[in-house]
């Protein structure tokens, strides 16, 4: 893969800036207005690279899910298959909520509250990138399920419902309520549901992993 040009560089960094921006006023506070006395350039200068406002909103909403797929998704699949990948993929999840960077936590989380009752193309992509997060859950449980990790009669779409469920309630309580404990009591409840779940053979060996310790 070639290096970015210069080009792609400062693009980069604008929207490095608009996602910042994004993170602490919303997708509906980031105008190219407040992103040129942001980053210093002109209006004009902004409109070369986003031709209009929610061109520049979408464009935020795909870096802030290309930053989720570095920080997330792709440490996970170096994990092996099964389990182990979607325990990785849990937690790398919960973390990202708080270690994003972003100093208003996931955009994509916020996003989803603020645009979750206004039809439109920006409402579109949030639910699509949504979509995809559940889908990524989903091939993750039917691959603990070929692994014999889980039960034949396992749902992926149920566990990828009550995974992002812990996530967001996880958010929540962590931003929110201050709660210092909301990442290990995901934690329980996420080790709760895969019980739920669980081929018997995999329960037997954890329940023995547990009585050797």
């Known amino acids: 893969m070639s290096p970015p040009s210069k080009g792609e560089q400062t693009r980069g960094a604008i929207l490095d800036r608009a996602l910042d921006i994004a993170s602490r006023l919303g997708l509906e506070g980031l105008t190219i207005g407040s992103l040129a006395e942001a ?29 989720f797929g570095e920080q997330v998704l792709a440490p996970a699949v170096t994990i092996d298959r099964g389990l182990p990948r979607l325990r990785a993929l849990f ?40 979509r995809r997060g559940l889908a990524v859950i989903e091939r993750a449980v039917r691959l603990a399920i070929d692994e014999g990790h889980l039960r034949e009669d396992a749902d992926p779409e149920q566990i990828a419902f009550e995974m992002l469920g812990l996530i967001l309630v996880a958010h929540n309580h962590r931003r929110l309520l201050s709660d210092r ?10 080790e709760a549901l ?20």
């Open 181 to 190: 404990e909301a990442r290990g009591r995901a934690r329980a409840a996420f």
């Open 39 to 67: 980053t210093g350039m002109s209006k004009s200068g902004l409109f070369a690279h986003f031709g209009s406002r929610e061109e520049l909103q979408l464009a935020v909403l795909e870096h802030g899910a290309r930053r």
């Open 194 to 213: 895969i019980a739920r779940f669980a081929a018997p053979r995999a329960a037997t060996r954890r329940r023995g992993a547990g009585a050797a310790r």
């Open 91 to 130: 937690d790398h999840w919960i973390d990202w909520t708080a270690s994003s960077g972003l100093p208003g936590g996931c955009i994509l989380l916020s996003a989803a509250h603020e645009f979750d009752d206004r039809p439109g193309v920006i409402r579109d992509a949030v639910a699509a990138g949504q």
